[in-house]
């Protein structure tokens, strides 16, 4: 079993910027892609950002594009999203995911695991 845990979420006013770390644990981290999605109430869950099994290859949602940047760190099992510039639209609750596989995939069925989740508000 995968355990992920979310850290960073806050209160923030808009063009602030924040970090979202998640620590993984529970199999071998390296061979599998991480992502980031959000959900925002009345709204369907959403990728944010993804990475393949190495940091090689990432994947970002267009609204995010030059405003966020997914990185992870295989030795420490960890995989974080920093967000710059942030909006009011970026309100949601942020949630990290663990992959089938070793690539990157923006459909939701291609995670299989799923941490608790982290409020992030933007204030206008």
């Known amino acids: 079993q995968v355990q992920l845990v979310e850290t960073g979420g806050g209160l923030v006013q808009a063009g602030d910027s924040l970090r979202l770390s998640c620590a993984a644990s529970g199999r071998t981290f390296s061979r599998y892609a991480m992502g980031w999605f959000r959900q925002a109430p009345g709204k369907e869950r959403e990728i944010v950002a993804g990475?393949?099994?190495?940091?090689?290859?990432?994947y970002y949602e267009d609204s995010v594009k030059g405003r966020f940047t997914i990185s992870r760190d295989n030795a420490k099992n960890t995989v974080a999203l920093q967000m710059n510039s942030l909006k009011p639209e970026d309100t949601a609750v942020y949630y990290c995911?663990?992959?089938?596989?070793?690539?990157?995939?923006?459909?939701?069925?291609?995670?299989?695991?799923w941490g608790q989740g982290t409020q992030v508000t933007v204030s206008s």
């Open positions: 990475i393949n099994w190495n940091g090689g290859s990432t």
């Open positions: 995911a663990a992959g089938r596989s070793w690539n990157i995939y923006s459909d939701r069925d291609e995670f299989e695991y």
